[in-house]
């Protein structure tokens, strides 16, 4: 690589957690990567990184980015919208000074990096000054609903995809008329998505699924689910079919 030729960010699915799950691009890329930069919580490893580490350059630099906040002050709050706001401008300052200088980075990307997720803040802020390029994953519902054997449209079913932080309301007008839905962003909003399910009359068919295809996989009935603390990316299944004939 010449030394004025940027270098290019790349945004690497991962898919649902599962290493076998990485597609072959994704591994090509990591082990072609001079920076490899993921998101994390402080003092943790990170589950991006525990995804991808067995495929990443051992000559590969790592930028690690700790979130500031993350789920200790609600994500409305003015404090949280600041720091987040300033992390991200930080984060995409450190990732151009990589490109400016020559490297390729490739930014880990828990499921697909364009479904939810810390890299569309890296993509809004950076696209316009280098080049991207976008490697798709297996979204994590994905492997959920695979983990959890529940086939989750049939025919002309529509699929809903929900965030578990709206408000009940919503959630339940949402839910009563969906052929076939996905809760993500459970976590502390867990009784308010039962609450909903309640009110939609939905709450017996839905299934709770934790950490889908990694270690630890957890899959039961939301009905049998005990009142608990879950992590913040479990996600509620709703399988379609109601209506579904059978020829």
């Known amino acids: ?5 940027s270098g290019t960010l790349y945004g690497v699915g991962l898919g649902p957690g599962d290493p076998e799950l990485l597609t072959l691009k994704a591994a090509r890329i990591l082990q072609n990567a001079s920076v490899v930069a993921h998101f994390r919580k402080k003092g943790r490893p990170g589950h991006a990184w525990t995804i991808a580490m067995a495929h990443v350059n051992a000559r590969a630099t790592e930028a690690a980015f700790e979130y ?29 000074q990589h490109l400016a200088d020559g490297s390729d980075v490739a930014l880990l990307c828990e499921g697909d990096p364009f479904f939810y997720g810390s890299f569309l803040h890296m993509y809004d802020r950076i696209r316009e000054t280098y080049p991207i390029r976008v490697i798709p994953g297996i979204t994590g519902m994905s492997g959920c609903w695979t983990a959890a054997a529940a086939p989750i449209t049939y025919g002309d079913d529509v699929l809903t995809v929900l965030p578990g932080t709206l408000d009940r309301t919503a959630l339940a007008t949402h ?42 996989e957890r899959v039961v009935p939301l009905a049998k689910l005990d009142d608990c603390a879950v992590p913040y990316f479990s996600i509620i299944l709703l399988p379609g079919g109601r209506g579904r004939r059978i020829a």
């Open 1 to 5: 690589m010449t030394a004025n030729k």
């Open 68 to 96: 500031p906040v993350t789920t200790e002050i609600d994500f409305r709050d003015d404090a949280y919208v600041d720091a987040i706001r300033a992390f991200y401008c930080e984060s995409a300052k450190t990732i151009m």
């Open 175 to 216: 839910l009563k008329n969906a052929d076939a839905a996905v809760i993500m962003k459970v976590g502390q909003n867990l009784n308010k998505i039962r609450l909903a399910l309640t009110d939609a009359g939905r709450v017996t068919d839905a299934i709770y699924v934790e950490r889908g295809t990694m270690q630890g």
